[in-house]
Every structure is written in structure tokens, then in C-alpha cells.
């Protein structure tokens, strides 16, 4: 039924629909109306058959969705940023030991310095846990991934997260079609374990495996994602034979034929770049979009054929690997082996700092020009930069460098310190 | 597309009148997309939130930067946020107010729009007079559909009602009747 709700009511009203038999999750924004919604809805029976567990933190949170997994039983959790961080340790686990948890990520930063909006680097944090993970342009695809993402971990027996944009997305009111019980029904049967703990046939798992078998078991690990690179359409292709609509896969190519430039960019923010392209091709500029929506495993191949006539590649990604530039394209360079094209980083939208349409066409006119540098931070505020390493230089108590930019901004606002000058002590 | 942006308080539903005014919106066959500033919320700090309407599917996520029409909640924001950053030469203004544009020193603003493009309304006291709470997002709403025309009253009121049960519904929507029939009048 087509109806006008938050992306994070949507969510909480698929991942019910999906049956899931414990939900555990500690409380984070902006993932917070996600597990609100699921606890008023297991209160209030919508959602039966399912135990609503509090946990302590994110760590518990995870470590509670192993045990209910390893149980036998769908488990779902929900963290953001530094949640997931806490959770680390559990995360790799689930994946180790094999269990098809679903876990929502409301895409968010991580401080320092504090930051609550949007950005991917908690997602590219722990990209290499051994999760799939897919990323949601929009709150229908949000909302749909959910239901695709039990059906891929549990063939699989691998953890699956689904990847969603922190405020734009799970706090945005937009059009969804919300689906019916009968159809995630007859989508998604209910949940067969590979492997149970029963105390009837008691076996341990999580068993310590010293050199002569681990990387024989992280082998397997790396094998499941490169089987999920044909689960995954798969799933996408019976997903629009049930629901009528397409979501999921693994890349999504817009107007990239006889394109020059490419953009490549997981998540919300191809919205925006896709009514960029339009407005660019309307000039003539040949310009196309590729919104990667699985991650991990990351489509190397379907990748290499959707670029393989571009130009030059600019990734839009909205995390940064210091010291390198960013995840995103160092992955993409690899599926690029063979092709003579750059592809070229564009750091965009950390910590909330929208990416606007204009940001974009400029990010396009520079790449056509040659003028992009191998990594461009988009619309930095290069005075403000340029002026606390001013500040630094000869100095020896510089103070605290976010604060000191705050300051830099709000000159009104702050009140400023003295800090000392080198041979000044 | 028509893009609106309202300014507030937090805790005055500047979030909850740009989702109420997109489910409008969605009950009259469009495609509409409401989110607020992105924040932590704080009673009493200064937030926007965002409404986009239009008759395809709304891709973009960037902020609204030159925004069809304001609402402005709360005049006393006018010395800490520039809320009419961006505003279209043939765009619209409410006000919730219950001085004139000279009083509130917005002249500059409101003579540049086109005549009938502005309201100044006590959206606060229609309020109050209803719900016997100071929340004016309804009311403004009620002003907006009878400023605009972008969408009916009687989608604003259903809109109203769904979001909010029973008696509070009731008084919420006819605050926003009561500010509608001002908007038009006025």
C-alpha cells in the first residue's frame, strides 16, 4: 500500500514483517525510531512470536543476536557511528561464526570531534568484518533491502547489513509502498538453521582454530561473499517477481552509455547525482552515474563492464581513509585493473555537510577539464584550514584543533585563549 | 517542483507541520519529501525542516537553498538565522506574528514579493484560543494552503487528523480553518 511515512517507520514495519523471532538493540540516532518502532510493535502483538530484549550497550546488543542466532532463531539489531565501534568485536564474530544476523546501520560520523550526522565512515570502519553489506538510495529501497537481506544471510550463513543514510533517509517523510504480510511471505520462508545450539545434541561453536585451519576457515568466509556476488541479483530478480519493483542487486548504472565521466557513490546521495547527470546531459555533457548498492562483496567484474568506456571515474564518497584518500575509490581502482581510465576521489558530505547540486556540476566540470586532483575534498573551507595551520606553526600549545576552528567560524561565540608562542615559556 | 522551508523552535513541530504538509500533499496524487535540519534537537534552539512537492519522483536530497515559500514560526529568529536566505523573488511568506512586516522591520522583504505573496497572523494565539497550547504549526498550515493554494485545506485537515487523535485532532484542524479563513481574508 502506496503511503507517506518516515523511512524509519517503514523499516520497523518490513523487518516485522519479516518475522524476526528476537530483536536486541541499544538505542543510537539516528537508528532510534527503527528499534522504537519494532519495541511498540511487539508490545503491541503486530509483531508476535518475537522477544523484544533490552541490552546494556552495543556490544550486548550483538552479543545477544549471536546467542538468539547460534539459538536457532531470526535475530535483527540496529546500531550508527560509535555504536557499531562498540560493537566491534561481536561484529567480527557473527560473521566467523557464520550466523545470518540482519543489522540496520543509520549511517553516521565518528568523532572525534563529536558529530551526530550523516556520513559513511562508520560503515567503511568495519567493511572488511566479513558482513555483506548493501547500501539504500532510497527509504523504499531501505525498506526493501531489509526483507532481501534476511533471504541472502540466511542462504549464505552470513551477517548482512543493510546500510542507510543517518537523517536524510531514516528520518525522511517520502512515498513508500509498504508490503503485505502474504507477499514477505511468500518471499522469505521461515528461518532453517545450518547450525543450532541444542541442548538435546549439545556441540560447541566459536572453538579456537590455531594456524593449521584459520586461514582454511577465513577462506570460506571470503568464499560466502564471492557466492553472494550470484545470491544477491538473484534475489533482486525474485524480489521484483513478488513486489512488482526493483531493489538491491549490485550496481545501478544511469545513463553511463557513451559516458566519459562516471560517478560512482553508494547510498541517498545518488538521488542527487542522478538529477545532476540529467541536468548535465540536457548540456550535452556525457556524464553517468553508478550507485553501488552491495559493498561488500563488492562487484569487481559488473563494475569493470559498467566503466569500462568511461574516461575517467569519480567516486563521491562520504568517507575518508586518512593517509590515503578514500575506500571507496581504492576499491573501485581495483575493479579498473587492465583499463587505462583514472579514477579520482572526491571526500563529500562528512559529518553532514550537504552535497548539494551545485557541488556536484562543479565536481563534473573539473573532472572534464582535467582539473581534479587524485583527492578533492568538496567545498572545503580552505581559510579556515589554512588558518589554525597558521595558527600552529610557532606555537607550542596550539589547544584543541576542532575547538579552534569553531572559534575561527563563530568569532562572537567562543571565548579565546592564549595560547603560547614557541621560546616564550 | 515547489520547495518549502519552515523555521522554528525546537518543540514548536516545525519538524511535525513539514511531515504533516507532505502527507497533504501525498493525499492529493503527489510525490512529496519532508525531513528536518539534521540535528540534535533542543527545546527552545533554533530548527528547520523541509517539504518538497512535486509530480514525479523526488530524487534530490540536498537541503532546500531557494525555497518557493517560507513558514516562520517564530519571529525572534529573524536576529540569529537568516531565514529568508534564498527565497524566490515570486515566493511566498507567512509569519507567525501579531505584528505588521514595518514592526517586525521585514519591509525589505515582504514589499519585494509579489502583492498577496505574505501573511502576518497570530498563529500563536489561534492556538492557543483551540488547543490551549502556544503550538502554532497547524494554524501556519491552514494559512499556507490558503496563501499558496499549493494544497487544499481539506487535505491540510486530514493530514492534521491522522496525525493527531480525537480531541486534539479536532482543535488542531480548527486552528488551522480559523487561519485559513484569515490567509484568505487578510
Sequence with gaps: MLRQIEGSQAMAEAIALCRPQVVCAYPITPQTHIVEGLGAMVKDGRLADCDYINVESEFGAMSVAIGASAGGVRAYTATASQGLLFMAEAVYNAAGLGLPIVMTLGNRAIGAPINIWNDHSDAMALKDAGWIQLFAETNQEAADLHIQAFRIAEELSCPAMVCVDGFILTHAFEQIDTPTQAQVDAFLPPFDPVQVLDPANPYSIGAMVGPEAFTEVKYLGHQKQIDALDVIPRVAAEFREVFGRDAGGLIRPYRTDDAETILVALGSVNGTIKDVVDAEREKGTRVGAISISSFRPFPLAELQSALSGASRVVCIEKSLAPGLGGALASNVRMAMRGLSAPVLTVIAGLGGRPITRAGIARVIAAAGEGALDDVTFLDLNRAAVEGQMMRAAGLTDTGPIAENLLKALNPGLVRRMTPKRRGME | ?186
Aim: hydrophobic content about 45%.
Design chain 2, 1 to 186: 517542483m515547489f520547495e518549502i522551508r519552515l523555521h522554528g523552535r525546537g518543540g514548536q513541530g516545525v519538524v511535525t507541520a513539514a511531515e504533516m504538509l507532505s502527507v497533504a500533499a501525498f493525499d492529493e496524487g503527489r510525490h512529496a519529501q519532508a525531513f528536518p535540519s539534521f540535528g540534535s534537537e533542543r527545546m527552545g534552539a533554533p530548527v528547520a525542516s523541509f517539504c518538497r512537492i512535486a509530480d514525479r519522483p523526488i530524487r534530490l536530497r540536498e537541503p532546500i537553498v531557494d525555497p518557493d515559500a517560507l513558514i516562520i514560526q517564530d519571529p525572534t529568529l529573524f536576529h540569529s538565522v537568516d531565514v529568508f536566505a534564498g527565497v524566490k523573488p515570486d515566493g511566498y511568506l507567512i509569519v507567525n506574528t501579531t505584528k505588521t512586516p514595518a514592526e517586525l522591520g521585514i519591509t525589505a522583504i515582504t514589499d519585494a514579493l509579489p502583492p498577496g505573496h505574505w501573511r502576518c497572523l497570530p498563529a500563536s494565539e489561534i492556538a492557543q484560543r483551540h488547543i490551549g497550547r502556544p503550538l502554532p504549526n497547524a494554524a501556519l498550515l491552514g494559512a499556507f494552503a490558503a496563501v499558496t493554494g499549493v494544497v487544499s485545506l481539506a487535505s491540510v485537515l486530514k493530514a492534521i487528523r491522522a496525525r493527531f487523535a480525537g480531541r486534539v485532532g479536532e482543535a488542531n484542524a480548527a486552528a488551522a480553518q480559523d487561519a485559513f479563513a484569515l490567509g484568505e481574508t487578510v
